[in-house]
């Protein structure tokens, strides 16, 4: 019973997160339309398809969202407009150029010097114009880049974010299900014992409870699941009711802690935080109000960005804090699997060679799951505390209170 309430209060996690998840991507999904995504000339054709086959991958998420998120194909696509009107002011002053060449010497002809002058200085204002066209064509991928970068860092730590809660889900899931299967059988049992007056009526009663609470369980989190789903398929691309299957996350590579250098990543992390950047980069308040900035503006901005670097300093040191937390339960919850795994395997043996009640089987196979699912969470948890300290470091470090 106490396991179940953990998995629900886990599921009432979830069910809030993506409450609010999906609050924001509503707005950023609505009524926009989506455009054609194109194969990059470098990508092969192979890894192209598949992206766009029926199976979400992990490791596809950043490209998925690179080519095929609708608020970044919008992005694109703006951009590209944009950039249209350039190639035509090419060719339009290109045309211009060549028009005051033909005009020049027509009037060199004619023995018109002052006319011959002025065609000659409009065309090198012309061909001026082109090439500085030409030279805005040639940042178009600076462009692109710049306008979606923050965008495709928070649509890929988005769907990461919903990965892990749909795998999360999966793997109670599974143990859901297992649950319902052997709280039946032993619900079962009990019906079929108490009519030959072994069990009590309040012993039958409490294992058709176990039976209704998984089950009940079990449809709450299979709507949730499904709902995660849906916001996942839209921001990597998908209708939200297509027919695709969501991928495994990979175990968590621990070794990569042995790795990190986290004196070297808090000095970096406020250069990347989007919020410490707008700071920096707004205009300071005007504390007099008449218009001008003065230099107590000035430093009473750097004092804001100071404070917020130090917000972001604590919240790294949680972050961090908790990378060691999680790889502890990992451990501990391996151990756990590995003595389940042990017992398990004792109690076929028993059950096998009759040394074990058929009640008492359904009870080891019920802690042998149970144990199985908190080491697969375990591991879940410990990748969820890579990625917010990964993404603490790169962009989206909250700022401790």
Known sequence: MLRRKKSQKMVTAYAAFLCLLGAVFTLLFCHQPVFGAEKPEDMEESYWSELQDNVLEYDELEDRISYFNPTILQIIKSVNEGYDTVQESIVNYQEAANDFERLYEEAIEEGDVMSAYMYRLNRKIALQMSSNFIQSEKKKQTTLERSTRQYRKLFTSGCQQLMLAYNKMAVNKATLEKQVELYSALAAMSGTQGTIGMTTQTDI???????????????????????????LLLMAGWDYDS???????????????????????KAIAPKNNYTIIDMRNAAPNDADGDGKYENKDYAARERGVDQATQQLSITLD?????????????QAAQTAFEAAQLKWDGANRKYQLGMLGHAEYLGEEIAYYAAKGAWESADLDMTQAMLNYYWGINGFGELAQ
């Not at 027919?243 to 990543?265: C, R, V």
């Open 318 to 330: 949680g972050l961090y804090l908790t990378l060691f937390e999680k790889k502890a339960s990992l």
């Open 205 to 231: 009663l409490a294992a058709s409870a176990q039976v209704y609470s998984a089950q009940t369980s079990l449809a709450a989190l299979e709507d949730q699941m499904a709902s995660v789903k849906s916001s």
């Open 243 to 265: 027919d695709i299957t969501i991928g495994t996350i990979p175990k968590a590579d621990i070794s990569q802690l042995d790795a990190i250098d986290f004196e070297a990543d």
